[in-house]
């Protein structure tokens, strides 16, 4: 072949590779088609815009209220169906891949993940649990049981905008009750959407998310080993649009006259790609409030870099369930609907000092309460969130049973409450293996030390909520003094008799 021909066989072929490497590198960009969907349906049904907008005002305003009150949002369990939609034996993805994304939804939303650590020092005081959580539905719309997983083979071999995917007339699978589960529909989409969800207030036979097959779950669950997206984000993110929150940098790309209408998440002008390595971004004269919050799950950053919902961002789905979601609060198709659980202001106190308990049962929302506070007073109540006062040293256990309907659950947590003497205490004393140091809870103490006769250190250690416990081992019988050390300089001396 002459040289000529060479070069222009070498020249196309390159050509061609570029072009694939584009192609590539295109469908791997994270693209989220909730707004080209939402845009869609505005210009198919120009009224859903005034519904849109109530929907939003109701949930603003519920929140504000709920911030004046200082309201207390118990947990609420959202009962979800994965329709796995599938043309290819790779479409049909694991039962294990499924339950991998259930996890890192529970992990990213109630502020559990172990990558929170790498939340930027600005932003680490924003970052929130938002008391949502999801399990699989155990019971379907009929009252029979199930996996919380259908799967449908179909002829189509791919999916977009049209939600043809949540209708099995079109090739998909109906929507469940969408009053009263999140519908996941898991299938193959085009044009490089990762994923895209209908906003609260959408028609219902269309309302849930959909995510491209190889977004579900996390790695190694997920087999697609070096895909940019295989750590479960893409339905964090789609999720966070099913209850109302829009991405971070607003609506208009390169722009910084909207917003997200989120207080706490600093105005940025565009969407984040990659992962950024260079520490803080700043945009929109946001330097001030931390820069661009590029880790927020609503950005467009990959998997490995998003980690945080805010407060605000928090507040304003759990006013979204309240407000155009409530349904969700009657599901009763986990496998456990209703599940007790609490909280206090504080565990460790002096007496007389009042301590606020809460309520974050799990799952639906109980409709009454029975609290039980041993040495407290009241020693009983009847309230969501009562205070209550102890007057008497020592550690109370604290029992709540809630009930909803024929449900009912009850959290029992053993020596919960400590109450300190108005003085540091060592026990046992005489003491023979170990001895334990409590210090008053009011003590900002620094240190403890375990002194011989003679003033030697032999012991020391740190209190851990008001406590520290020394090991005697290899110390002889004697006078010993527990030397507690407090931050202000002041120190406590207790005596106490070593008996071997």
């Known amino acids: 072949m002459p040289r000529i021909k060479w070069l222009l066989l070498f ?6 590779a570029g072009a694939e490497a584009q192609a590539l590198t295109d469908s791997v960009k994270r693209v989220c088609g909730t707004t080209q969907l939402q845009q869609q349906l505005l210009r198919q049904s120009p009224e859903m815009k005034l519904k849109f907008e109530k929907v939003r005002q109701a949930a603003q305003t519920l929140q504000a209220s709920r911030t004046k009150a200082r309201f207390a949002q118990p947990v609420t369990q959202i009962p979800v169906v994965f329709h796995v939609v599938y043309n290819t034996p790779e479409e049909n993805i694991s039962d294990a891949q499924i339950l991998s994304q259930l996890e890192v939804l529970n992990q990213d939303y109630r502020h559990r993940n172990p990558d929170s650590t790498q939340t930027l020092p600005a932003f680490k005081s924003l970052a929130a649990d938002t008391g949502i959580q999801f399990c699989l539905a155990t019971t379907d719309p009929a009252g029979n049981s199930t996996t919380g997983i259908t799967r449908t083979q179909t002829t189509e071999t791919g999916f977009g905008l049209n939600d043809a995917v949540k209708f099995a007339s079109w090739g998909g699978q109906d929507a469940w009750d969408t009053q009263k589960y999140l519908n996941i529909w898991v299938c193959n ?4 959407l990762l994923g895209l969800a209908q906003s609260p207030g959408s028609a219902a036979a269309i309302d849930g998310v959909v995510i491209y097959y190889k ?10 080993q070096d895909f940019l997206y295989n750590q479960g984000r893409s339905a964090t993110h789609e999720i966070g649009h099913w209850l109302g929150l829009e991405h ?11 917003s997200d209408g989120i207080a706490d998440t600093p105005n940025q002008d565009d969407a984040t790609g990659g992962c950024p390595t260079d520490g803080t971004r ?4 946001n330097a001030a409030e931390g820069g661009d919050m590029y880790q927020n799950y609503m950005d467009y950053t990959d998997d490995a870099c998003m980690n945080l919902f805010t407060k605000d961002q928090a507040a304003y789905m759990n006013a979204i369930i309240s407000t155009a979601r409530p349904g969700l609060f009657s599901a009763v198709s986990c496998a456990n609907p209703l599940r007790a659980d609490f909280s206090a202001s504080d ?20 409709t009454s309460w029975l609290w039980t506070f041993p040495g407290g007073f009241p020693a009983t109540s009847t309230v969501q969130n009562p205070t209550v006062t102890y007057q008497t040293p020592g550690k109370y256990a604290v029992t709540l049973t809630v009930k909803y309907g024929a449900y009912a659950d009850t959290k029992t947590k053993e020596n919960y ?11 046992p004393n005489p003491a023979q293996n170990y001895i334990t140091v409590e210090i008053p809870a009011d003590f900002d103490a620094s240190e403890v030390l375990l002194l011989n006769a003679i003033g030697q250190t032999v012991r020391s250690g740190v209190p851990q ?21 407090l931050k202000n300089g002041k120190v406590v001396l207790q005596k106490v008799m070593v008996i071997k």
């Not at 020249?11 to 061609?16: A, N």
């Not at 606020?356 to 799990?362: C, R």
């Open 11 to 16: 020249f196309l072929l390159w050509q061609y």
């Open 347 to 366: 565990s460790v106190i002096v007496a007389n000092e009042e301590v606020v308990f809460s309520d974050n049962s799990i799952g639906v929302h109980a």
């Open 248 to 258: 971070i940098w607003g609506t208009n790309d390169n722009d910084c006259e909207d």
């Open 417 to 427: 409450i400590l109450v300190t003497h108005a003085d540091p205490r060592v026990y």
């Open 215 to 224: 977004a579900i779950g996390k790695y190694p669950a997920n087999p697609n």
């Open 189 to 192: 989409l085009e044009s490089g």
């Open 282 to 285: 700043t945009s929109c004269s």
């Open 465 to 485: 909520n008001a406590l520290l416990q020394f090991n005697l081992a290899g110390l002889p019988s004697g006078m010993y003094y527990a030397k507690v050390v």
